[in-house]
Each structure stands twice: as structure tokens, then as C-alpha cells.
């Protein structure tokens, strides 16, 4: 099955408290309108969001570049993604 193209959702990551136990559902397909949670929106995209669930209290940065290694987490993809490759 192929997916639709992810859509970059903005080009730093989203500064969120998360809560124990609860569970959370990050947008992977960038169409949400709720950044970062998921709204929906990737219904026909072949892309799911990802769902976890808090181990503790914490705040996290969560990727909304939609480019990242680890989702939901950030890890400074977005800070590469936009530039232009290196000429060989
Ligand atoms: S916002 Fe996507 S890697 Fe940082």
C-alpha cells in the first residue's frame, strides 16, 4: 500500500506536559489540525498515528516536523530537513 506524503506540521518541535498513565495520540501524517495530537485527519493517507502512554510526569518536545527518527519524540531532524543538500 502506499502512503500519502507526510506534511511538515511546523519547523520546531511542540513543548508539551505530559501526565502518567494517560494515553496520547501524536499526528505522523502532519494533517492534523490539533498539533501534535492526531484529529483525524490522516483517514486515506495509509499513515497512522502513533499512540503511547506517559511512564510519568514530564515534559517532552514532540516532532512536528513529522521527519524524525524517533517518534513522537524530537530528535533535531528539523534542524537539517529544510537545508539544501551538500553538492557532491
Ligand atoms: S520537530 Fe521534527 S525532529 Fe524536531
Redesign the pocket.
Known amino acids: 500500500m502506499s502512503h500519502s506524503p507526510v506534511h511538515r506540521a511546523?519547523n520546531?518541535?511542540a513543548r508539551v506536559e505530559l501526565r502518567e498513565g494517560q494515553t496520547y495520540t501524536w499526528c505522523a501524517c502532519g494533517r492534523s489540525a490539533n498539533q501534535p495530537w492526531c484529529d483525524g485527519s490522516h483517514q486515506g493517507t495509509g499513515i497512522d498515528p502513533v499512540v503511547f502512554v506517559a511512564e510519568r510526569d514530564d515534559t517532552v518536545f514532540l516532532?512536528?516536523?513529522?521527519?524524525?527518527g524517533s517518534p513522537p519524540l524530537?530528535?533535531?531532524?528539523?534542524n537539517k530537513a529544510c537545508k539544501p543538500d551538500k553538492p557532491d
Do not use: E, Y
Not at 524530537?74 to 528539523?78: A, K, L, P, Q, R
Open positions: 511546523g520546531r518541535p516532532c512536528l516536523c513529522k521527519s524524525t524530537c530528535d533535531g531532524t528539523h
